[in-house]
C-alpha cells in the first residue's frame, strides 16, 4: 500500500507483490525496493510517497527490509502498447536514502552554504553535529527523533573529517571508513548505529 504525506496521509495506491519485485541491501551502499505492477492509467506518485513494510517482511534478508521506503526520485511508467496501460517499476529507496539530497552543514539552524568545512573531534561529536542536522531538516521516523548508538568495539578518538560540500549520507558512511572509525554503519528505525553488525548480509531478496 503506497501512502502519501500531501496533503496528509492516506492510503494511495494498492498492489500485491507481484512477480518481479525485489528488494536489495547492501551495507552502507544501496537499500531499495521495486514495485511492478500495471494500471491502465499513470498514476502520479508524488516525491515522499511511501509504503511501511514493517512487519510485513520481517522474514526477507533477515529483516533488513522490514522498514519504511520512499519514493526519492521521480518515476515515469512504461507505456504498454500491448494492453493500452503503464508498466510500473516503481522503486523506492529507504526512508534515510533522502539524506543524499542535503548538504552536510556545521550550523544548519542557520542560513548560509557551508559548502565546505572541517572538524576535529571523537565520533560522538561528529554525530551530535549530524543529529542537529536531521533535527533543522524536520527529519524523523515516524515522529522520533534520530538519535546515534556507538557500540563498544569502535574507539571513540578524534579524528580530522573534511566535508568537502558532502550530502548527509555520504559524510554518515565516510565517518565508517577504514581510515577514519573502521567500522559499519546502519540505520535502524530511528537509531544511527556505528560498530560491527555481526551477521551475514544477503544482498537481494525476490
Not at 494498492?14 to 525496493?33: C, H, Q, V
Not at 568537502?164 to 530511528?190: V, Y
Request: hydrophobic share 40%; net charge negative; aromatic share 14%.
Amino acid at each position: 500500500q503506497v501512502k502519501t504525506l500531501f496533503p496528509y496521509t492516506t492510503l494511495f495506491r494498492s498492489t500485491p507483490i507481484n512477480a518481479g519485485a525485489k528488494g536489495r541491501f547492501t551495507l552502507m551502499k544501496e537499500d531499495y525496493i521495486i514495485l511492478p505492477f500495471s494500471v491502465p492509467d499513470p498514476v502520479y506518485f508524488k516525491l515522499g510517497d511511501y509504503v511501511d513494510l514493517s512487519g510485513v517482511l520481517d522474514e526477507s534478508l533477515g529483516g533488513l527490509l522490514s522498514k519504511v521506503y520512499e519514493i526519492v526520485d521521480l518515476q515515469k511508467p512504461a507505456f504498454n502498447a500491448s494492453t493500452g496501460g503503464y508498466d510500473y517499476k516503481l522503486r523506492m529507496d529507504a526512508y534515510y536514502w533522502k539524506w543524499k539530497n542535503k548538504i552536510f552543514k556545521y550550523t544548519p539552524e542557520h542560513a548560509g552554504h557551508e559548502a565546505s568545512w572541517s572538524l576535529t573531534a571523537p565520533l560522538d561529536v561528529q554525530l551530535g553535529v549530524f543529529l542537529r542536522n536531521l533535527k533543522a531538516l524536520g527529519y524523523t521516523y515516524k515522529g522520533k527523533e534520530f538519535e546515534f548508538r556507538i557500540d563498544s568495539t569502535v574507539e571513540n578518538k578524534a579524528v580530522a573529517m573534511r566535508y568537502d560540500n558532502m550530502n548527509l549520507l555520504d559524510a554518515l558512511f565516510s565517518m565508517a571508513d577504514k581510515e577514519k572509525w573502521d567500522c559499519d554503519c546502519w540505520i535502524t528505525d530511528n537509531i544511527i548505529i556505528l560498530g560491527e553488525m555481526n551477521m551475514v548480509i544477503p544482498s537481494e531478496s525476490s
